[in-house]
């Protein structure tokens, strides 16, 4: 018998490529307890045991556990956000300028995430417009970034 524990599966999830739902090369609490949940079950499936215990996850502080996320859950907003690892370390680049417009980047991308933290408590308008500034930023740091990339490969 080898099942998958939850420790062990954690251990994976933080470097998995397959953890990575949104494929942003960062691993966040939510996509480690989807990852690890999901090959725990697997294991004891594959074994044909019953699981006894069942992970969840809270992370709103009311002492009341998810183990299903959907949409409207108040379970797995900050989950969703806080990263634990990144796939590859993040981008390597020796080009200090390169290097500067992806930090840029990851500043914007936690713009973003605290948009999203904070829309329940923002005018709907205002969170809308600032998320597209943010985002219509974010898209032309990343067009900088691959324009920097292709100009230093020449």
């Known amino acids: ?5 939850h420790d ?19 691993i966040s609490v ?3 307890f989807q990852f690890a949940t999901a090959q725990v079950v697997r294991s004891y499936e594959r ?15 009311d002492k009341e556990g998810t183990q299903k996320f959907i949409a409207t859950s108040k379970d797995g907003k900050v989950a969703g956000i806080l990263s634990l690892g990144a ?13 500067a417009l992806y ?3 990851r500043a914007l991308e936690r713009r973003i995430e605290g948009l999203h933290l904070m829309k329940d ?12 500034a943010a985002g219509l930023q ?9 324009a920097a990339e292709a100009a230093g490969k020449k």
């Open 138 to 146: 974010l898209a032309r740091k990343t067009q900088e970034i691959r």
């Open 103 to 105: 930090e840029e980047r």
């Open 121 to 132: 408590q923002m005018d709907a308008k205002k969170y809308e417009s600032e998320l597209e």
């Open 87 to 99: 796939i590859d370390g993040g981008p390597a680049s020796a080009d200090p300028k390169v290097a």
């Open 30 to 32: 939510f996509e480690a």
């Open 8 to 26: 062990r599966a954690l251990v994976e999830a933080l470097t998995a490529e397959a953890a990575d739902l949104d494929k942003n090369r960062r």
């Open 47 to 61: 074994e044909g045991l019953l699981m006894t215990e069942h992970a969840m996850l809270d992370d709103d502080g």
């Open 1 to 5: 018998m080898v099942c998958v524990t």
